[in-house]
């Protein structure tokens, strides 16, 4: 495979202003007639030059060029490319070819899941239909007529609105769909099958109506509500927001089961994998809940970010992610707990993010080469893209920010664009200069920012002294500085925040506030300060960097208390943690005797008996940083030692804090088996409350606790608290409950696929010796398949991606297991393949053992044979 540089662009040379496609769906291949209205592109220069269709895995029958049949002497054709010659300005061509969905395992172009039909084409799937130019800014309007057996296939679905329909001869029907909205090919979408549907109705801001469908296989009808709720909040907060109205008469979301991610955002037709759409409480836990609420609002979101402003390249794919996403969390917000939501996705990004970004194949959210672009849909282009969104939203304040992106698109709506035309139509609606901030979207690699302070007392002066620097990443040795948006409070003796006045400001200018740091080295000096602060810094976690300050325990215990910034008050006690657990880790790694600091048990306590304190924030306050995040942080990560540390301060702070644990559990258990479940934030709360605490007492082995977890599991109403309950015995030394509940959540959904995967991964994930051996027995189970992504995630994922004690294994046998799996769905499914490597990739983060046996493995898998470009790519930069 040969790298694809973004410096390369140049515009198509030919443009299809309509597209026509006709399918007719069999048992054992699929024929697609195309017939495409073209012409030469006038921004792209003088003559006629050859035109160079993509298509792959394509059988061609007939090619015409307006309606000349072509003879092979007249076209080339490699199995990526058709390549023939135009002869005038405008013309028309039609070919006819026929393709395998029933046997594509890759889950992209046209394929067959349980029975169905479907599609998923982003980035590059629609060449394998038909020959087309299958690039994102060649945008075309698109109609769709298919054919298929009425009885197995009896709803026909593609994107815009239908059009015409009707009966065969041979039980065989057809429809006809029309979209009338330019778009490039990566949005198209057909269905064919046995679906039922919810019908529900939304009226526009301007009062339009649309329907809205949301289309299942019939056994999950009774489990669609919750999305239905969840598209019409987020269409709503769409217009409320963003001023954005839906633009056509029928919105539809089909569930399919074997899908490579979460969610596409064809247009008017979004496909989803099933997990990201049903919900209800008996086999969805809240975590499910809230990720169909998000992913629903991600696709829907994409109609104005994504499809009616596209892109013009895939290297600006975060142009369109990086904002769906930050529009989807600023949802999240909107819906449940702002503070909540926030810390849950700083931890993320904190575990997952930046160690890509430390990592072989760390890159710019806008990357500037790739080979394979399916490995570009990253948390860098997503989720760091969507920090860069915020950083933006903070330097300029939501009004700007708002005027900014109604100019974007009013400006480039129909448009394929850039992610520098988003930055200028911000700078141009705000008068902000955002020519240095636009490092971001260049520079690859976390910034670090050191902080450090002096006190003038006989001044009254506080000056903070800052230095950044970015850590050279492939291909970027050196780096230039970002703008850095730093929000920060100063807090007194009392926690009071002190008015901020910066010297050379003539009074305080509020007492949080955001200041800009854009060089390697800068100060800040506060006046009238009249006595030595405790800063509270990043506050909200301002910019996606890794701040240091040299703070003490017992300043983060005060910090804890009194921040008045609640994510704040809970990075204070992370911290806090982090400090306490790192100095275990060094106990455990020179044999001594391992002693909590009883400031961790405190700080807890005071958490755990504050009433008044929103019991989700309890809860993730509660909450230990985990192995991923102590393993980021770390130089040289010790699996052994970051377990054995982490376990102990949860084993001592479940008997120091029994008492305050119980009594939250006890009352918040009796108000949810007195409760019918409803997925909204305080019942969220109250569950993640209960269940971390029936986490931490279950460590105490005492009988008390073993009955609660039984009672919890068979006598709840629910999946939050039945897969908790599962989840700690099968954690637990209780091998007879452990073995009868797992039996029997068995027994009771081994129908239901995704409430299997579910229990496949609390397997997984179990940290108790013999780790692999279990997961391998669980790849033999009826329930299991290497076909479905879903599985192979819940399993393999689980097992490589949260249980780090036994997958980093010393023998090598995680490293080994893991490989091998890779190279099975190397031939089968490549972006999983590919996606399931991500382990492998950061082997630097180990010991020179380690190190060895997981080279050696990727060694392995470069020599297996024939690679798919998903594959090669990510194994070839990890070993560079
Ligand atoms: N745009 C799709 C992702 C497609 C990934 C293709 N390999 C889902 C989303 O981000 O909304
Ligand atoms: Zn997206």
Known sequence: PKMIYLKDYQVPDYLIDETHLTFELFEDHTLVHAQLVMRRNPDAGAGLPALVLDGQQLELLELKL????????????????????????????????????????????????????????????????????????????????????????????????????????????????????KKPAYLFALV??????????????????????????????????????????????????????????????VAVNDFNMGAMENKGLNIFNSSCVLAKAETATDAAHQRVEAVVAHEYFHNWSGNRVTCRDWFQLSLKEGFTVFRDAEFSADMNSRTVKRIEDVAYLRTHQFAEDAGPMAHPVRPDSFMEISNFYTLTVYEKGSEVLRMIHTLLGPQLFRKGSDLYFARHDGQAVTCDDFIKAMEDASGVDLTQFKRWYSQAGTPRLEVSESYDAAANTYRLQLRQSCPATPGQAEKLPFVIPLELALLDAQGRELPLQLVGEDKPVGTSRVLQVTQAEQAFTFVNIAEQPLPSLLRGFSAPVKLSFPYSRDQLMFLMQHDSDGFNRWEAGQQLAVQVLQELIGQHQRGELLVLDPRLVAALRSVLENDSLDQAMVAEMLSLPGEGYLTEISDVADVDAIHAAREFARAQLAEALFEPLWARYQANREVSRNTPYVAESAHFARRSLQNIALSYLMLTGKPQVLAAALEQYEACDNMTERLTALAVLVNSPFEAEKAEALKAFAEHFKDNALVMDQWFSVQAACTLPGGLARVQALMQHPAFTMKNPNKVRALIGAFAGQNLVNFHAADGSGYRFLADQVISLNATNPQIASRQLGPLTRWRKYDASRQALMRAELERILASGELSSDVFEVVSKSLA
């Open 192 to 253: 064919a099958g046995d679906l039922w549907c919810v019908e529900d109705r939304f009226t526009t801001m301007s009062a339009r109506e649309v329907t809205l469908r949301i289309y299942v296989e019939p056994e999950n009808i009774d489990k669609v509500q919750h999305a239905m709720d969840s598209l019409k909040k987020s269409m709503k907060w769409d217009e409320e927001v963003y001023g954005r109205e839906y633009d056509l008469d029928i919105f539809m979301i």
């Open 66 to 181: 307006d309606d000349r049949v072509l003879g092979a002497a007249d076209y080339q054709l490699t199995d990526s490319h058709l390549t023939l010659q135009p002869t005038q300005e405008q013309f028309v061509i039609d070919s006819s070819v026929r393709i395998h969905p029933e046997s594509n395992t890759a889950l992209e172009g046209l394929y067959k899941s349980s029975g169905m039909f479907c599609t998923q084409c982003e980035a590059e799937g629609f060449r394998k239909i038909t020959y087309y130019l299958d690039r994102p800014d060649v945008m075309s309007t698109f109609t769709t007529t298919l054919s298929a057996e009425q009885h197995r296939y009896p709803v026909l679905l593609s994107n815009g609105n239908p059009i015409a329909s009707g009966s065969e001869e041979g039980g065989r029907h057809w429809a006809t769909w029309e979209d009338p909205f």
